[in-house]
Nanobody, 120 residues
């Protein structure tokens, strides 16, 4: 069984910073792309950033220049460093991983989400 566990969310003032972490655990054979998505109240879930196993990154236009995604392959962990936070960044942030477990093809897995609230 695979688990993605996020941490690092919280309440921060506008202009502040937060660092989210997500650890993948379980019978993982191969961990491919990992990423972060967010969902604000009344809105659809949207991409924030992704990072491939080779280190290629992709960012939403709304966070470019303020957010950095990174990963520690040895620890099956992905990080999201968020700086210059704005009230519109307020959302539940979800970790995503495309991975393979034994005897299966690559599948999407999701964490339970961590709340990020930015006050003005």
């Amino acid at each position: 069984q695979v688990q993605l566990v996020e941490s690092g969310g919280g309440l921060v003032q506008a202009g502040g910073s937060l660092r989210l972490s997500c650890v993948a655990s379980g019978s993982i054979v191969r961990l491919n792309t990992m990423g972060w998505y967010r969902q604000a109240p009344g809105k659809q879930r949207e991409l924030v950033a992704t990072i491939t196993s080779s280190g290629s990154t992709n960012y939403a236009d709304s966070v470019k220049g303020r957010v950095t995604i990174s990963r520690d392959m040895a620890k099956n962990t992905v990080y999201l460093q968020m700086n210059s936070l704005k009230p519109e960044d307020t959302a539940v942030y979800y970790c995503n991983a495309v991975l393979r477990v034994l005897f299966s093809s690559a599948t999407d897995y999701w964490g339970q989400g961590t709340q990020v609230t930015v006050s003005s």
